[in-house]
């Protein structure tokens, strides 16, 4: 069980999520820095009945998981292929990438020339460059952060296109018990889709509070560990948030600006 901390272009949002044996269960619990009310939490908890009471919904839920799960798989497996690397040093491990007191080895990459990419899934790489980092220890990768130095059609061109410039940062790190799960994930990309509809994903992700749960909990108990936890008190991370004045919409386009740009997923 952990919390999403969500800020994109036009909202920030806090979810409680845990995962289960059928599907991961998430609930809204923050909105902008303020709580749900009473009305707001009542229609969360509905959607999340919904789910628990038609099976049907919840194998949706649970195919649409699968298909995003396979993508990644698919992401990881070409990266050996994909690119040509170099050493460039290392980084010491932090709480939040790689494992505190590892050392980090620091690796730039570039496309592969030759590598023929075999779905449109892996067609992004072939314009990416940026660096890994890998713990060598656990033969993990903490970090891989890298920009579109072009711009890189899928489907020929024909289905869309993603522009020069685009940028993704996914850490990963060791939650407790050598157990890892992504800490931060930033996506930054504009294009379109079908040639007409424009595409515009600017998010930042920073998940924290990791808890064990048992392996075989089953959505519906998931279900009421969100509403038992949710119920509690605040998280120290939330009430800061809660704290802060909201900004209003050029201040949060520009703090995510400097955050690409200091960035560089």
Not at 19 to 48: C, S, V
Not at 177 to 190: I, N, Y
Request: proline content about 5%; aromatic content about 6%; hydrophobic content about 35%.
């Amino acid at each position: 069980m952990f919390r999403d901390q969500k800020n994109s272009l036009h909202l920030s949002q806090t979810k409680l999520l845990v995962e289960t044996n059928e599907a991961m269960a998430g609930m809204l619990i923050a909105r902008d820095g303020h709580p749900l009310n009473a009305q707001e939490r009542q229609q969360e908890l509905d959607r999340l009945e919904n789910y628990v009471k038609n099976p049907d919904e919840l194998t949706k839920k649970r195919k649409q998981e699968k298909e995003d799960a396979d993508r990644t798989e698919r992401i990881l497996a070409a990266l050996p292929d994909a690119f040509l690397y170099e050493p460039d040093g290392t980084v010491p491990g932090t709480a939040s990438i790689g494992r505190e007191g590892d050392r980090l080895v620091r690796l730039k990459f570039r496309p592969n020339p030759n590598y023929n990419p075999p779905t449109r899934t892996e067609q992004v790489l072939t314009g990416m460059w940026g660096h890994l980092l890998i713990d060598a220890t656990e033969k993990r990768v903490a970090e891989i952060d890298a920009v579109l130095q072009k711009d890189v059609g899928f489907g020929w061109g024909i289905l869309g296109h993603l522009d020069r410039g685009g940028h993704f940062l996914v850490q990963q790190a060791d939650v407790g018990g050598h157990h890892w799960e992504v800490t931060r994930m930033d996506l930054a990309f504009t294009g379109k889709i079908l040639l007409f509809k424009k595409l515009n994903i600017r998010s930042v992700d920073v998940f924290s509070d990791f808890q064990p749960v048992p392996s075989n909990l089953t959505f519906a108990q998931g279900v009421e560990l969100l509403k038992k936890e949710s119920s509690g008190s605040e998280p120290q991370s939330a009430k800061r948030e809660h704290e802060k004045r909201r900004p209003d919409r050029a201040t949060r386009a520009s703090e995510q600006a400097g955050e690409q740009l200091c960035c560089d997923r």
